[in-house]
């Protein structure tokens, strides 16, 4: 597999292997070298579901915290994809062969077929190919081969790159692979939304909040539980969106922190995966991309309100703690991504 070593060289060859559309500096696309075929399609599993009496798209035995988007569109109803076998046939040239096996790899353990596929969204299974991958320490040691000395440290890459990234797994109880998804993106959501509270207080124990406070020097009648500002859940995507209830004096409206620049997303470096082993055991799993989180800038209803500070910044998290005599905190110190690993209750290898 080539190096490359910037967005516009790994755009370049990808064109090169799968195609590229038409771009400012050229008014020809490109043609894909790569040719997929579907054939053998078997019976497709549909589940439908339903508006309930309040309003909201009922799925009780799906991940909410994943298909949320089902619930801000004017629908009655949806149907979603349970199950579709299908056999997909694939011819490329035999120099581009070892590139295309292993995107084709990567795209069954990590990947998968229309939205929201980073949270376990259609994910894929082939047999065949799963047989190189009988326990989660393969599928670790295939990650780590796409590692190398010119690949920049983690979280350094400009781009989102698999070189360098972060790989945890750990075994899921049972055989549904549903019931599996559901209960590990539910620890997901409760470490997100961090569900436990300060007693008498009802205030999150993350430091976003109070960080937007102290930018804002907009607070209520309870000062700031921290220190100095400090954005922890940057680290997981953005725009993150914040809106304070219920505390007179806290900021009003809908604040966002984005990336700086005027862009308004950056994509979260964060995979979680069920992926399904011979011998219908499976194993949850977290990859973390390489991927260097932006600048950021804390936004009031859709207006900017102020940059911020890059000691606010995820990467800067040894520098931040709670303030004495808070009655709950994280640990002090803790980087973002080894406190998601922990919450998961995923593992890397020690090597």
């Not at 109803?77 to 199950?83: D, G």
């Not at 400009?158 to 549904?176: E, N, T, W």
């Not at 009648?221 to 725009?239: I, V």
């Not at 973390?288 to 859709?302: A, K, M």
Request: with cysteine.
């Amino acid at each position: 597999m080539q190096q490359v070593n910037s967005p516009e060289k790994l755009m370049q060859r990808e064109a090169d292997i799968w195609g590229g559309a038409v771009t400012s500096d050229s008014n020809e696309g490109k043609a894909s070298s790569v040719i997929l075929n579907i054939t053998k399609v078997g019976g497709v599993g549909k589940k439908r579901l339903e508006m309930n009496g309040k309003g909201l798209m009922d799925y009780p035995d799906f991940p909410g915290y994943v298909l949320f988007p089902l619930q801000v569109r004017d629908e009655n109803s949806f149907t979603l994809i349970t199950s579709c076998p299908f056999s997909l046939e694939i011819r490329c040239p035999q120099e581009m062969q070892k590139e295309v096996e292993k995107s084709v790899k990567l795209w069954l353990l990590f990947g998968g077929i229309g939205a929201r596929t980073t949270r376990g969204c259609g994910s894929l299974y082939c047999k065949e190919v799963m047989k190189e991958f009988p326990a989660g320490e393969a599928i670790e040691e295939f990650v780590k081969k796409f590692s190398s000395v010119k690949s920049p440290a983690f979280g350094q890459s400009p781009m989102p790159l698999l070189a360098q990234g972060r790989f945890g797994f750990s075994p899921a109880k049972g055989d549904d692979p549903v019931k599996i998804w559901k209960e590990y993106l539910e620890k997901y959501k409760n470490f997100r939304q961090d569900d436990a509270k300060e007693k008498n207080i009802g205030r999150t124990n993350w430091a976003d909040a109070d960080g937007i406070r102290l930018l804002t020097k907009e607070y209520s009648k309870h000062p700031p539980l921290f220190e100095k500002p400090y954005f922890p859940r940057a680290a997981y995507g953005l725009p993150v969106q914040y809106k304070f209830k219920d505390n007179e004096g806290d900021p009003g409206g809908t604040l966002e922190v984005r990336p700086a620049g005027g862009k308004t997303r950056w994509p979260s470096p964060v995979i979680l995966k069920i992926i399904r082993l011979s011998g219908d055991r499976y194993i949850n799993v977290c990859l973390l991309l390489n991927s260097t989180i932006p600048d950021l800038e804390l936004f009031q209803d859709s207006n900017l309100r102020s940059a911020i500070p890059l000691e606010a910044h995820p990467r800067n998290w040894r520098n931040h703690r709670l303030q004495k005599g808070a009655k709950k905190e994280r640990k002090r110190g803790e980087n973002p991504y080894d406190a998601l690993f922990a919450a998961l209750g995923v593992q890397e290898a020690k090597s």
